[in-house]
């Protein structure tokens, strides 16, 4: 079973847009939510991370939307730039000493010149 | 090292060959992840080691795969008689986990296996 569900798979923006991508998650013990970004043949890096004790975090051109009720967290990329293709992750675990991290299947942002 | 180190960077091996592949974590990470990251595709989780607590071996595919983690640092991916469907990027993360929770894992860069 998926435990953190990712959509859309792939996502094409222009310069300038707004890349929003989504994920939704079941178990109410998660409490640490980052995304990810990856570049071809890189390993994954954090992007931006969130805890439930606050519906948003903004760090630069990037924000986290997080509804804890309705179980969602979501990333909004604003004024896109090509430099910002790559593909994105989501994921979420709990923090407890036996916790893991639990991927979505992952977008890939492309954005147009 | 500064970053989590993966060793070797590409790997080619032939079908029914053992390979182990090798994985580097930051100094005092208590936890490591094993991933595998076939081409275009997601991140499938295939083992987890916290501390000394047992590992997480649920996303091992088959008995082939086996891995290790001596002395709570270096740790050691093995996948017997590999098949073609082994194929794959094999990513080690590290994270360093604390009372208050979880923090940032950090990814190698991968190690590319190539079974021809």
């Known amino acids: 079973q998926q435990q953190v569900k990712q959509s859309p798979q792939s996502l094409i923006v222009q310069k300038g847009g707004i890349s929003i991508i989504n994920c939704a998650y079941e178990n109410t013990a998660f409490d640490y939510f980052p995304w990810y970004q990856q570049f071809p043949g890189k390993g994954p890096a954090l992007l931006i991370a969130?805890?439930?004790?606050?519906s948003e975090k903004k760090e630069g051109r990037f924000t986290i939307s997080f509804n804890k009720s309705a179980k969602q967290f979501s990333l909004h990329i604003m004024d896109s730039q090509p430099g910002d293709s790559a593909t994105y992750f989501c994921?979420?675990?709990?923090?407890?000493?036996?916790?893991?991290?639990?991927f979505g299947r992952g977008t890939q942002l492309t954005v147009w010149p | 090292g500064a970053g989590v180190s993966q060793s070797p960077s590409n790997k080619v091996t032939e079908k029914g060959k053992d390979v182990e592949l090798r994985c580097d974590p930051i100094s005092g990470h208590t936890a490591l992840y094993w991933y595998r990251q076939s081409l275009g595709q997601g991140l499938e989780f295939l083992i987890y080691?916290?501390?000394?607590?047992?590992?997480?071996k649920s996303g091992l595919p088959s008995d082939r795969f086996s891995a290790e983690r001596t002395g709570g640092s270096v740790s050691t991916l093995t996948i017997q008689r590999t098949q073609q469907e082994d194929s794959a990027v094999y990513l080690c993360?590290?994270?360093?986990?604390?009372?208050?929770?979880?923090?940032?894992?950090?990814f190698g860069q991968g190690t590319r296996l190539t079974v021809v």
């Open positions: 969130i805890r439930p004790d606050v």
């Open positions: 080691f916290q501390g000394n607590s047992a590992p997480d």
């Open positions: 993360a590290s994270s360093l986990k604390s009372g208050a929770g979880n923090t940032e894992a950090f």
């Open positions: 994921a979420a675990s709990r923090s407890s000493t036996l916790g893991r991290l639990y």
